[in-house]
């Protein structure tokens, strides 16, 4: 009756709020762990990115001295053509 009255709690409304705080204390706990999770993946994701735009960097060089290399190779080759003409 004073439930219905005055709108204070009885035993069952205060144990339902503490199944409810248990329950938010534990989904958060789940987002702290996702975030954290998140956060690890975008560390690590950062680290390749860096690690691969070196790699791509290092071929890029390679392959250009290659290509000077037989741009100059043909050139010869070309030079060679010509003076047996």
Partial sequence: ???????????SDVIQ???????????????????????????KLDSDTSENAELIGNLSSVIKDNIIRSHDRFQQITKDFLWLN
């Fill in 17 to 43: 709020l503490h199944g409810l705080f248990d329950e938010l204390q534990s989904n958060q706990q789940n987002i702290v762990h996702s975030i954290d999770n998140q956060i690890t993946y975008i560390k």
């Fill in 1 to 11: 009756m004073l439930k219905a009255l005055f709108g204070t709690a009885v035993v």
